[in-house]
């Protein structure tokens, strides 16, 4: 179990500072980003690439922010609504990793497959953790 | 279920590890006055300038990538300019990346334009509307719209898209980029040394290599 739970909080940390690199790099940065091969700076520099007015890495920085605080709050407090709320988190990070890097792209990024990776670990671990928690709501570290 | 999640963890590390390996970064290119020299008059690119302008810049492009459409907005309207005024010799060399699909039939466009004294609005009107026909499944329709936008005469123009000479012309100049183990677009040359992707840098290479050429 406490596998588990420093996996996903490390994978979620190392997802925060990727996406946070990412939008650094892409985003806020003057230089101008060169084409190699039509992979990930083409999408990070598409249209395609924005949801409204905010970058998908920032995107990424809120959901692996997000899921690092669940991750803690369901190590200091446990039950299965945290843990319920991480899968649906980590769930609907799985679904836009997906739908955004692989589906409406059609663009197979190496940084997007980092993220489609760990992503799918931690989905994947919360699952596991929210079918071997206890049934009931109790409080308490469970990890 | 535990070996499931090793096994996702594993996978997750091989992928971390595949993202480091395969994001591989721009080559650094430098060029002899003589290779310089030899690729401005070679006439495998598109000239702007007087020929004997003490500093040459050469910026290999493709229209479909989108850090060269930056590029068209940042820095190009500089070294049009400075084109201008006789102070460099600008080398327009296209190198259409395999994965974007249309960036051939922009390139055919804008040397299309340039057989009517034009091209110079084609590029900065291709690059300006990248995002309209980068993603369409037939971007030919939005270059004729583009051409008749920038005043070109449209049979002449579409008489050249066909011209085989013209996909010649990018062939060579993309060969010559390869040769010169090019791998990035953009990628620009003053005098020969790469510049960072970066206006202000751009003209600080340019102002000390005017200096060192004694015109400034």
Excluded at chain 2, 117 to 137: C, L, N, S, Y
Excluded at chain 2, 204 to 212: P, Q, S, Y
């Amino acid at each position: 179990m406490r596998g588990r739970s420093v996996s996903t909080a490390l994978l979620s940390a190392f997802g925060t500072g990727l996406s946070f690199w990412l939008y650094e790099k892409q985003v806020r940065s003057d230089e101008i980003l060169p084409c190699l091969s039509g992979g990930c700076d083409t999408l990070s520099q598409s249209p395609l690439a924005w949801v409204g007015p905010v970058h998908v890495s920032l995107i990424g920085v809120v959901g692996y922010a997000s899921l690092v605080a669940l991750r803690l709050l369901t190590c200091r407090y446990g039950g299965r609504l945290l843990r319920g709320l991480l899968v649906a988190a980590a769930s609907a990070g799985l679904l836009f990793t997906q739908y955004g890097a692989l589906v409406r792209l059609g663009i197979a990024c190496a940084w997007c497959l980092v993220s489609a990776g760990c992503i799918t670990t931690i989905w994947a671990t919360s699952l596991t953790s929210l079918r071997s928690a206890p049934a009931s709501n109790q409080t308490g570290p469970l990890t | 279920m535990r070996i499931t999640a090793r096994l996702l963890s594993l996978a997750c590390l091989c992928l971390v590890a595949a993202g480091c390996g395969t994001r591989s970064a721009p080559a650094t290119v430098n060029l002899t006055p003589e290779e310089t020299k030899v690729i401005a008059d070679s006439g495998a690119g598109i000239s702007l300038g007087q020929t004997d302008a003490p500093v040459t810049v050469i910026e290999f492009s493709d229209f479909q990538c989108p850090g060269c459409a930056q590029s068209a907005e940042r820095i190009f309207p500089e070294l049009k300019r400075l084109a201008a005024d006789g102070e460099i010799r600008y080398i327009f060399m296209d190198y259409p990346l395999p994965g974007h699909k249309h960036a051939v039939a922009a390139s055919q466009a804008a040397r299309c334009a340039a057989r009517q004294d034009k091209w110079v609005p084609m590029h900065d009107e291709i690059f300006r509307t990248q995002a309209r026909w980068a993603g369409a499944e037939d971007a030919k329709p939005v270059f004729l719209d583009l051409a008749k936008e920038v005043g070109l005469d449209i049979p002449a123009f579409e008489a050249c898209l066909s011209d085989p000479t013209v996909k010649d012309a990018i062939t060579r100049s993309a060969s010559e980029a390869r040769r010169l183990k090019v791998n990035a677009t953009p990628t620009l040359l003053v005098n020969g040394k790469q510049s960072a992707l970066n206006a202000s840098r751009v003209r600080d290479l340019v102002e000390k290599a005017l200096k060192e050429a004694n015109v400034r």
